[in-house]
């Protein structure tokens, strides 16, 4: 896995997605040239079901705190389909004005991303800076 070549993996495969409103949230952050891939070469796996039950628990949690997201509901529908057993990979994306995490099967095909937009700038670009190795 090209690291630096991740970004534009990502933001091909939410082109193909575009007319869904997940897609055009996390297109509207892998277009600013300031976001990076903040994962590893190797990535990190996990079970789709313990992806979905870490996402239905987070999911209650952005509703109680009022944090909007995009995708995180498709990606639980998306899940619940999915071999409970099946490995999914996680790449997470920072940027000053938005975050995503990229979820992809053992094929290489893009399950969906949750995207968080601007809640805090201070953070973003305390997030970026990390990913940058600045701090």
């Known amino acids: 896995m090209d690291i630096k070549n991740e970004k534009s993996r990502l933001s091909d495969a939410l082109k193909q997605n575009s007319e869904q409103k997940w897609a055009a949230a996390a297109l509207s952050v892998t277009d600013d040239p300031r976001v990076v891939f903040a994962g590893s070469a190797g990535g990190a796996s996990s079970k789709a079901g313990d992806l979905l039950r870490i996402y239905q628990i987070r999911q209650k949690h952005c509703v109680e705190e009022g944090i909007e997201t995009y995708g995180m509901a498709e990606l639980i529908d998306v899940l619940s389909d999915f071999s409970e057993r099946g490995l999914v990979q996680v790449q997470p994306f920072l940027?000053?004005?938005?975050?995503?995490?990229?979820?992809?099967?053992?094929?290489?095909?893009?399950?969906?991303?949750?995207?968080?937009?601007?809640?805090?700038?201070?953070?973003?670009?305390?997030?970026?800076?990390?990913?940058?190795?600045?701090?």
């Open 95 to 135: 940027g000053p004005g938005g975050s995503i995490a990229a979820f992809w099967d053992a094929a290489g095909d893009l399950l969906g991303c949750i995207t968080v937009l601007g809640r805090d700038s201070e953070s973003g670009w305390g997030n970026l800076d990390f990913a940058n190795g600045k701090i």
